[in-house]
């Protein structure tokens, strides 16, 4: 009887140590859950790779990591991402983007009519929600929660295209200040594209967790986030392995477009005194706009960038259409350095201590009982911006994460917890607190 225990016992033990060599030396399994981070200007999707437990952030066909958040109707088509934005120029009417400033809000007709007439496409109020008019061969409507599920669809086939494996499940982030509505309606955009949703976690949160700060032992987080349009600033505290969005603030009108549109309006200036005409067509507004974009992002790594933009310039003699379109007229030369970047920026950049401020208020903290401070957003790469909020905490803020690529390396790893990925066992969930506010400077 003894014999046939032990028997037993060492085909348990054989079988125990097949599944444990198998662990060891099979390929590991591929990651079932994709995490998304479905931006008012951008778009990303990572996941967890269980095992190595890396993150991995996924490209297009063309090796980008982030998809614009635009979605363009044709008589044929409907286009997403880069090729959406490609088509902004010529078919700006049925060229929809910042959707997610629409997304499950209830708007004042009032506001809703002031909101739309910063866009060139149409927006309707249905019953207090925005709906986005759209007129190609026929007319019709659709919804930001379809705008969402466009690109979220966009985003799982890449992800499906790179795993090689059916997905079906997600984690998504959205701004803290979202409410139920704006969450449902997100986990709907999610729907609309195949996608359950098995939770969804706060981008200031998303970022604190790139970081692996739920691992550290700190207590208070700061987390800015300054993107193309908007700053969302977050306190949140950590408790156990738990976030808890403590206090938020924030500006709905400032971000990198404000930056460079000084810097646009310098150029135009610069030309005006130059050839003594300010450049107003189309196009030349178009090329000095890529430029002057171009500048600010070479600026953030260079002390100064020349721009060469060749423009037409004229005007007047639009009555002569025998003429053949001509070639550019002058060809508009200029350098720009750092320090004429940020006096041109100055006082913005002032703007973005100001919500730091309330948070700490709000938090009944000191700046000096701030543990870590995260940069989230690309606008977070201007060195000056870096050097305002580091000199007004006296110390480094946290920037090693790529600040665009924060938030969806967070939602990856929290896709990775859900999914039950090894080694991962640290639990980072947020406690959800429904009566903040966000207090808004713009
Ligand atoms: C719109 O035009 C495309 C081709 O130009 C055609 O395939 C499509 O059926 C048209 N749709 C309507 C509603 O007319
Ligand atoms: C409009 O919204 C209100 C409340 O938000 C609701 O009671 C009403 O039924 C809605 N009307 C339509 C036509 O959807
Ligand atoms: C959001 O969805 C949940 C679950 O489907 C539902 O219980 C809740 O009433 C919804 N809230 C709003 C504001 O739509
Ligand atoms: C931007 O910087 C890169 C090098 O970092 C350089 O090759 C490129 O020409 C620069 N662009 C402009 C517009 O100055
Ligand atoms: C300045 C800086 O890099 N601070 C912190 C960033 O986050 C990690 C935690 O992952 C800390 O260890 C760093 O000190």
């Not at 594209?193 to 981008?203: C, D, M, P, T």
């Amino acid at each position: 009887m003894a014999g046939e225990f032990s028997m037993i016992g060492s085909v348990i033990l054989a079988l125990f140590l097949a599944g444990y060599l198998g662990q060891q030396y099979l390929p590991p399994p591929k990651p079932r859950v994709i995490g998304l981070d479905l931006g008012t200007t951008f778009c990303s999707v990572g996941v967890f790779h269980p095992g190595s437990g890396v993150v991995e952030v996924i490209a297009d066909e063309e090796g980008r990591k982030s998809i614009p958040s635009s979605v363009s109707f044709t008589n044929t088509a409907v286009l997403v991402g880069h090729e959406a934005v490609d088509l902004s120029d010529i078919n700006p009417q049925n060229t929809i983007y910042d959707a997610k400033r629409f997304i499950g809000k209830i708007f004042d007709p009032v506001i809703l009519k002031q909101e739309s007439s910063r866009y060139p496409f149409k927006v309707k109020n249905n019953n207090g929600s925005a709906e986005f008019q759209i007129s190609t061969n026929h007319t019709f409507t659709v919804s930001p929660e379809f705008i969402g599920s466009r690109l979220l669809l966009k985003m799982r086939k890449m992800a499906e295209r790179h795993l090689q494996v059916s997905v079906q499940k997600a984690v998504i982030s959205v701004p803290a200040e979202f409410d139920e509505r704006q969450r449902n309606s997100t986990i709907r955009a999610a729907n609309l594209a195949g996608l359950e949703i098995l939770r969804v976690i706060n981008e200031p949160t998303a970022a604190a967790l790139a970081y692996g700060l739920h691992k550290v032992d700190v207590f208070n987080v700061l987390v800015v986030d300054l993107g193309g349009g908007t700053l969302d600033v977050s306190l949140l505290n950590k408790q156990g392995g738990m976030f808890l969005t403590r206090a938020m603030a924030g500006n709905n009108k400032l971000g990198g477009q404000d930056f460079s549109q000084r810097l646009l309006q310098y150029t135009i200036k610069r030309v005006q005194q130059e050839f003594g005409v300010a450049p107003t067509l189309k196009e030349d507004l178009h090329h000095l706009r890529q430029a002057v974009e171009a500048a600010k992002i070479n600026l953030t790594v260079q002390p100064s960038v020349t721009i060469t933009v060749p423009l037409y310039l004229h005007t007047q003699d639009s009555s002569d259409s025998s003429r053949t379109s001509p070639p550019p007229a002058v060809l508009f030369k200029t350098v720009i350095t750092r320090e004429l970047f940020q006096e041109l920026n100055e006082d913005l950049f002032q703007k973005i201590l100001a919500p730091v401020k309330t948070v700490l208020a709000e938090g009944h903290l000191e700046k000096e009982e701030v543990d870590e401070i995260v940069l989230v957003g690309g606008s977070t790469r201007i060195p000056r911006i870096r050097k305002l909020i580091s000199e007004y905490f006296g110390k480094e803020p946290n920037t090693s994460v790529d600040p665009d690529l924060a938030v969806v390396t967070g939602v990856a790893l929290q896709a990775g917890i859900m999914g039950g990925s090894w080694p991962l066992t640290v639990s980072a969930i947020e406690i959800p607190n429904r009566h903040l506010r966000k207090k808004n400077f713009s």
